[in-house]
């Protein structure tokens, strides 16, 4: 079936600092890909999203590319601001209705 | 717009009692989802509404839980009775189209079960 494994959080970053929160998948055809972010004391909300191979999903500064050759989805940003500190969640759409989420990465950004 | 909204956000009971969660979709999205996560691991699916009928309850762990949702509108999940490992946060999601994969969720209600 359809998973997806996501780094071991939490991640703890300087201010400016380079992001990257990996993410892998498993799915047969060619499923959707989806980064999801959820800020403290609110509910997931979609970040940015890839629906075919090499399609680059970008949103407020945060970046994914969808490599199909090495199945991963690795989101990414330059420069990380406190407000960013959230849990990041990776997450599949194959061929059923049912998107498929992993385990959350905690990003804490210091000032 | 209202978001999607859930009910209680923190609930604290002993083994054996019975709780019921609530969930009001966004109007207008015929999709409800419910998904739980457990001690930081995935959000596992649950079920899926599409309107009043359940698409897809593959996976509801045991019949301790049931999920309804009369007249197509709000959602509620009873757990009864309540076990220890049903301790988590358990989320609702709507959308308008079950294609996209694109959800729009709630905040959650945190079970605590003792």
Redesign the interface.
Known sequence: GNS?TQMEGPVTLSEEAFLTINCTYTATGYP?L?W?V?YP??????LL?ATKADDKGSNKGFEATYRKETTSFHLEKGSVQVSDSAVY?C???GG?????????TSLIVHP | EA??TQFPSHSVIEKGQTVTLRCDPISGHD?L?W?R?VM??????LL?FVKESK??ESGMPNNRFLAERTGGTYSTLKVQPAELEDSGVY?C?SSVT???????????SRLTVL
Not at chain 1, 41 to 46: R, T
Not at chain 2, 98 to 108: I, K
């Open positions: 997806v959707s989806f999801y959820q004391g609110e509910g997931l909300q979609l999203k969640f997450a599949l759409k059923s209705y049912i998107p498929t989420f992993g385990r959350g | 978001g999607v999709n989802y998904y996560r930081g691991k995935e959000i596992k699916f899926h698409q897809d989320f999601a079950a294609n996209t994969g694109e959800l729009f969720f709630g905040e959650g």
